[in-house]
């Protein structure tokens, strides 16, 4: 049973515009989630995180935000740059075990230019 | 910093074979994972450890051995490799508190 949950596969916008890439979550034990990004042949690369107190959190072009009660939260890349096409991963972790991450199965961003 | 480091890059393996993927970080990280990613899944954890001397097991720890005799290494054991082996293989590591993990770039592994 996927606890984590990227339901689209796969994204494409035109640059400058906003990318939106969504995760859902079964677990209400989930108190930490992060959003990684990966590129071909190279290992995942960190790139924001929310803790579940907090609805929302910024960091330059990336802002995450955490709906609970929907267990759902997005990742809003603003503009969107060619740079950014890689796979984004959702992550989430339980009770501050942060080193034990579920993870979904990712959606491949394509930025047009 | 070389931050996390994992070798070989490439490896091909016959069922039956056994093997070790090298993980060592020089950050003085306390806790270090093993992950695999398959085609069309999210990474999975193996095992994981919080400290030399302690690990556990993750989500998919069958037909893997660890053990943490130092900070810095975290090596990855197939006793008997299987073609449901084939995948690719990341270690990540990260420090006390609610902090990011950091992976390396990754050992990609076929089992023929």
């Known amino acids: 049973d996927q606890q984590v949950k990227q339901n689209s596969p796969s994204l494409s916008v035109q640059e400058g515009r906003i990318s939106i890439l969504n995760c859902d979550y079964t677990n209400s034990m989930f108190d930490y989630f992060l959003w990684y990004k990966k590129y071909p042949a190279e290992g995942p690369t960190f790139l924001i995180s929310i803790s579940s107190i907090k609805d929302k959190n910024e960091d330059g072009r990336f802002t995450v935000f955490l709906n609970k009660s929907a267990k759902h939260l997005s990742l809003h890349i603003v503009p969107s740059q060619p740079g950014d096409s890689a796979v984004y991963f959702c992550a989430a972790s339980s009770g501050g075990s942060n080193y034990k991450l579920t993870f979904g199965k990712g959606t491949l961003l394509t930025v047009n230019p | 910093n070389a931050g996390v480091t994992q070798t070989p890059k490439f490896q091909v393996l016959k069922t039956g074979q056994s093997m070790t993927l090298q993980c060592a970080q020089d950050m003085n990280h306390e806790y270090m994972s093993w992950y695999r990613q398959d085609p069309g899944m999210g990474l999975r954890l193996i095992h994981y450890s919080v400290g030399a001397g302690i690990t556990d097991q993750g989500e998919v720890p069958n037909g893997y051995n660890v053990s943490r005799s130092t900070t810095e290494d975290f090596p990855l054991r197939l006793l008997s490799a299987a073609p449901s082996q084939t995948s690719v293989y990341f270690c990540?590591?990260?420090?006390?508190?609610?902090?990011?993990?950091?992976f390396g770039p990754g050992t990609r592994l076929t089992v023929t």
């Open positions: 990540a590591s990260r420090d006390r508190g609610p902090y990011e993990q950091y």
